[in-house]
């Protein structure tokens, strides 16, 4: 399409019907002048489309170089124009027209209707090829060479132009892959030729790998969380009383001393009645024999790797509460006004002994490594920046494995069209599947540390 976006000086009309003009003018304009490619939005590649900002941004020039509107038209006012558009089906969201949104500037991407009113005009066909109408007994006389001419004009009326479209991956395939890429990267950052003994990959949902990765917000903590899975209102308003203490209270609060103190109270009280740790129980043995085999490694940033990944493992609602509370417990600690104990060592004691079972613990006691969780949970205080980071290549390690399962798709599909037009069969391979080696066990004293002390 041409993306020239300078309107035609004999555009400017007059006389009746000038509204429908106009009307049909922009259409055609849009239609011929818009630039369109591929673009991709979330997981998906989509060809032949533009972005809302795009078309904005496209339309709005287009309207000011327009003698019917004028260089004083507004954006809001094309933004208007637009949503008309829209709802004129000129142009529609690639994801489909079931959900009805009205059109803004932004991301969202759309594509051209094929059946919409901007339709060119019908091309009458030639009289030739209308043998049907002739007269009865009359003889039409057609040489060998008119002949092949109406037999090709038959033939690319007959036979349409083929396209064809890659079939998009299911919801499943793709949280497999998430699942697949994210357990293979935390094997290599581990050193070890299994993750078997470290895991039960059942255990693992790629879903919540996916959602743990997609869904960030500006500060990196995750969302789109349930609102009855989030912290409560009243418990962020605790923890920022004594992140800012004594700054920035609340005017509801009643100030009394040792008033800090009985809200760090109701904070520990909340997380501690919790029905399972933040790390959950399935995930306990994971999670510790994670951070037991790489604790004892020299390179400190692939121990900071290995517990990225492994947290990217559980639950988006929990992820969400454990990086909350990483973070008001890192800032509590670096507030010199906040006195909830003697000095900096008692409020590490104090503040690891009173959240590590709500963050790692284990369902049975008996199995439970005291010293290991609570040196855990230091750690991540202190290394939540990066740990609580989504790892920044893992999503293009991702796309980039979706997109070869796509091809290869395309070639079971369609054997034939390689062979036949390339001259060859199968171009790009399948990439090997994850393997799992039974024939290693780690030792025991992995799955904890007992030297470990706090």
Not at 17 to 32: C, L, Q, S
Not at 431 to 446: E, G, Y
Request: glycine letters at 4%.
């Amino acid at each position: 399409m041409n993306s020239n976006i300078v309107a035609n000086e004999d555009d400017d009309f007059s006389g009746p019907y000038r509204a429908t003009k106009i009307w049909n003018t922009i259409i055609r304009a849009f239609k011929h002048g818009m630039p369109i490619g591929r673009r991709r939005r979330y997981m998906k590649v989509y060809d032949k489309a533009f972005t809302a900002t795009e078309a904005l941004e496209w339309m709005h020039k287009y309207l000011k170089s327009n003698p019917n509107f004028g260089s004083d038209i507004t954006k809001q006012q094309t933004v208007q124009l637009m949503g008309k558009l829209l709802k004129a089906r000129i142009f529609e969201d690639v994801q489909g027209s079931k959900k009805k949104r009205e059109f803004a500037e932004g991301g969202r991407v759309y594509r051209f209707n094929q059946s919409s009113p901007a339709k060119d005009s019908r091309v009458p066909l030639s009289a030739r090829m209308d043998l049907m109408n002739a007269a009865p007994g009359q003889k039409t006389v057609i040489s060998k060479s008119e002949k092949s001419k109406t037999t090709s004009k038959f033939k690319s009326l007959a036979i349409p132009k083929c396209h064809l479209v890659a079939k998009p991956l299911s919801l499943e395939s793709m949280e497999a892959v998430w699942k697949m890429v994210t357990l293979h990267r935390l094997q290599k950052t581990i050193g070890y030729n299994t993750l078997e003994e470290f895991l039960d990959a059942s255990l693992v949902n790629g879903r919540h790998i996916m959602h743990n990765c997609l869904y960030v917000n500006k500060s990196g903590v995750v969302g789109n969380v349930n609102t009855k899975d989030q912290l409560p209102h009243w418990i962020l308003s605790a923890m920022k009383c004594l992140v800012h203490w004594p700054n920035k209270v609340d005017d509801n609060f009643a100030i009394y001393p040792g008033f800090e103190k009985d809200v760090f109270r109701a904070v520990s009280e909340y997380f501690q009645g919790l029905t399972e740790p933040l790390l959950t129980h399935s995930l306990y043995e994971t999670i510790t024999n994670v951070f037991a085999a790489v604790w004892s490694m020299t390179d400190e940033e692939r121990v900071k790797q290995a517990v990225q990944l492994a947290l990217l493992l559980i639950p988006p609602s929990n992820r969400r509460k454990l990086h909350l509370l990483l973070r008001f417990l890192s800032k509590i600690h670096n507030n010199n006004e906040l006195q909830l104990a003697q000095n900096s060592e008692d409020l590490r004691n104090l503040t690891v002994d009173t959240f590590y079972q709500s963050v790692l613990c284990s369902p049975d006691a008996s199995d439970m490594d005291t010293n290991l969780a609570k040196h855990f949970l230091w750690y991540l205080v202190e290394n939540h920046d990066f740990v609580m980071q989504v790892p920044c290549d893992l999503r293009k390690q991702v796309e980039e494995r979706l997109s070869e399962i796509q091809r290869v798709q395309f070639q079971k599909l369609y054997p034939k069209i390689y062979e036949n037009e390339l001259g060859f069969r199968n171009p790009i391979p399948a990439a090997p599947p994850l393997k799992i080696q039974r024939n290693i066990h780690l030792p025991r004293p992995l799955r904890r540390l007992r030297t470990l002390r706090s």
